[in-house]
């Protein structure tokens, strides 16, 4: 079997069950989503918000007609730096069938072009402090961890 | 000297050379921002794009008619957590001559209600690493450091 290319693209309302399946796919994601079949409404009014905003880009890698990756790109207008754009990567996931394979690099790769292609000046992402794997990962792209990540939760 | 109440309200344009110069008051930002009269045209672009934005909110802290501590609150549809509404909060900055005094805590609380009220189900912010007094005061607002913040620089 040869192997197939990878497509990257923006993602449809019907990519929607495959990507929340890869985001409930992971230790931590386990716990916070809720991937059933009709999907929770919720997931859908998120995709509509993100789908009408020329700020988001949900992104997803195809190969052989499925969806095998998703990232969310996020372009953020910024008073710091002297105005400049910044760029945010969010739920950044590949199928764990097809990991180790090169996918998540060029995603992220193609992702990172598209936000230099809009004039960012920057890429930032948080990664939970347990995640070394893609510490690394990320590291191998360019990234460098000299942020602390802080969350509160309001619920 | 009776103290005098710190009123917080949305930015306005005529905002824009106080945050500057208090963005560029500081070891890491007096390194990226420029604090010119007139300010170069690029902040005032940013703050169009953001000002026309309702997921953008530019927040001011006022006392006695003079802007003293600023923050730039994001709300940020998403996928992830079943398609919840997220926070983000960059840029907080307090001017020096007023610092331990409480303000940036009080500015910091009204944005995390303002974030509740909007039904949002986090709040995220990323701190350099050498800011170990930051890392304080938002441990003491309630925030955990469970993330690693990468960068990466496009240009």
């Excluded at 197939?4 to 923006?10: E, G, Y």
């Excluded at 195809?62 to 996020?74: A, F, P, Y």
Aim: aromatic share 8%; glycine share 8%; with cysteine.
């Amino acid at each position: 079997m040869t192997s197939q290319a990878v497509l990257f693209r923006l993602a449809g309302r019907a990519d929607l069950p495959a990507i929340v399946r890869m985001l409930a796919d992971d230790d931590l994601g386990s716990q916070r989503e809720c991937y059933e079949d009709p999907l929770p409404e919720s997931y859908y009014s998120a995709f509509e918000q993100i789908d009408h905003d020329p700020n988001h880009e949900l992104i997803v890698a195809e190969r052989n007609g499925e969806v095998i990756g998703t990232l969310h790109l996020i372009f953020m207008p910024s008073i710091s730096f002297q105005g400049e754009l910044r760029a945010q990567v969010e739920s950044v996931r590949v199928d764990k069938r097809f990991q180790s394979q090169g996918i998540g690099g060029e995603l992220m790769k193609w992702s990172m072009e598209r936000a230099r292609q809009r004039g960012a000046h920057v890429v930032q992402l948080t990664t939970h402090k347990t995640r070394l794997d893609a510490h690394r990962f990320y590291e191998r792209l360019g990234f460098k961890g000299s942020h602390l990540g802080m969350k509160l939760s309001l619920k």
